[in-house]
């Protein structure tokens, strides 16, 4: 509230005629323009709680960042080689090789500007005009918009909190058409938590080694923030390996979002095709953080192990909270840092000035304006059930930040 007035934020969606039918096409990311939103009412004086954008609340590791400042003084400070600097490329080798016991050639990475741009660069290098992709919902927002970009048509597979947000050999099957192109996921998996076990990603390998032409996506990203288990890739199956491309990157596991540093593993020509693009388009990223990158990965995992213990207690901490909310009904998450509980239960009740809850968005905002704390809601993930909330703050703005929520869903009525 400023001056006794609840300050109402509404995002207009405008389009330009002089801009391309693409990007009036496209849609605003709603992680990045609901933590934009929670900015601006914070910058009015009030105080947010920012629980929309899914980033680790720690600090880059101290060796990783004395790397950087080491880059700066050994003047690595010019153009890298497109895909990444050859020891950040063997770098990685060894990393799949030690970790996932995957074998790879330092030609089958590229490095990029985040796992965002690799994501990005490998559908731009396999998906033409009507070719689809298949994408289990609930999913990361800017798949279903980076497939509007190459002009591909996705095809969504629905899953529910009952099924713990997971598809069946069954179901994916159900979704291939001759068009199919592509199928992409993340396990983890932001927004919700939920980690496919060995046994379920060799059910699914098992369908697409019937059909030779698609090729799969897999988002590692949250790999290290796994609760349950050792972190299990669909590469590992030898009939469909080569048609798998792995995307990874160093934001989430070594608290490096603002570095812009991530990957592919993949065979030679989509590596080919992907350097070839970034050659046209962003260059090799930025040479300090691929200098700092390589410490990350030959140093090993300490500093995550510390991050995973928080997110684990934090998850509990959540847990309680949510379960503790009339009308919520939420699982428990195997790994990344995000709940993505159901809240379907409210649409259709009003705020203290009779404006509706239509859905997810509506409830999104409404949690912002009256609770001022920043979730996203989960239609733009595909699931218009759910709201995300990231745990990565402090167990304080956590506890606080469930307390506002608890009380501004009790005064819908
Ligand atoms: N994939 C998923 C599932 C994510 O949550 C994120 C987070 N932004 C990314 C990819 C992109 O990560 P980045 O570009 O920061 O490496
Ligand atoms: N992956 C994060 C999220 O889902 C970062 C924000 C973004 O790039 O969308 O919130």
């Known amino acids: 509230m400023i001056n006794g007035e609840h300050v109402y934020i509404c995002n207009i969606m405008s389009t330009t005629s002089y801009l391309s039918d693409r990007i009036n096409n496209l849609s605003e990311s709603a992680t990045l323009k609901m933590t934009k939103l929670g900015r601006e009412l914070a910058s009015k004086g009030i ?34 080689p497109v895909p990444g600097y ?16 995957l074998v790879y050639e330092p030609s089958q990475i590229v490095v990029s500007t985040g796992a965002k741009q690799s994501l990005s660069n490998v559908i731009l290098t396999l998906i033409n005009p009507g070719d689809e992709v298949i994408i289990p919902t609930p999913y990361w927002v800017s ?28 179901q994916l099957e159900a979704a291939i058409t001759p068009k199919t192109k ?64 792995i995307v990874n990157g160093f934001s989430k596991a070594f608290a490096m979002t603002g570095w812009r540093l991530g990957y592919i593993a993949a065979n030679k020509e989509i590596a080919a095709a992907n350097d070839k693009l970034q050659g046209q388009t962003t260059s090799g990223t930025c040479s300090i953080a691929q200098r700092a990158g390589i410490i990350a990965y030959n ?11 928080a997110f684990v207690r934090r998850r509990q901490l959540v847990y309680d909270l949510l379960n503790d909310i009339p009308g ?9 840092f995000y709940f993505f ?11 203290a000035k009779g404006n509706v809850i239509k859905d997810s968005s509506d409830l999104a905002l409404y949690l912002l304006n009256e609770g001022h704390v920043a979730t996203v809601g989960g239609d733009s993930f595909g699931n218009n059930n759910y709201i995300r909330l990231s745990y990565a703050a402090s167990d304080e703005a956590l506890t606080e930040a469930l307390r506002r929520i608890k009380e501004a869903l009790s005064k819908l009525s």
């Open 47 to 80: 105080n947010v709680i920012s629980l929309s954008v899914g980033e680790p609340d720690f600090n880059t590791p101290d060796n990783v960042k004395d790397a950087a400042k080491k880059a700066l003084d050994e003047n690595y400070t010019r153009y890298s």
């Open 86 to 101: 050859p020891e950040l490329r063997q770098a990685i080798v060894n990393k799949l090789q030690n970790e996932n016991g």
């Open 143 to 170: 798949y279903s918009e980076m497939v509007v970009l190459a002009e591909g048509k996705s095809v969504f597979i629905d899953t529910d909190i009952d099924s713990d947000f997971k598809i069946t050999p069954a």
């Open 182 to 245: 592509l199928f992409m996921f993340s396990s983890p998996c932001n927004p919700t938590g939920s980690v496919y076990s060995k046994d379920e990603l060799a059910a699914l390998a098992k369908v697409f080694e019937k059909y030779p032409n698609i090729f799969i996506l897999s988002d590692e990203i949250y790999e290290h923030i796994n609760f349950i288990d050792k972190h299990e890739s669909i590469a590992q199956f030898e009939p469909i390996r080569d048609r798998v491309i």
């Open 299 to 309: 140093d090993g995992l300490e500093s995550v192990q510390q991050m995973k213990e």
């Open 328 to 336: 919520v009904k939420t699982n428990l998450p195997e790994g990344a």
């Open 341 to 351: 509980p159901e809240i379907s239960s409210f649409f259709g009740k009003k705020d």
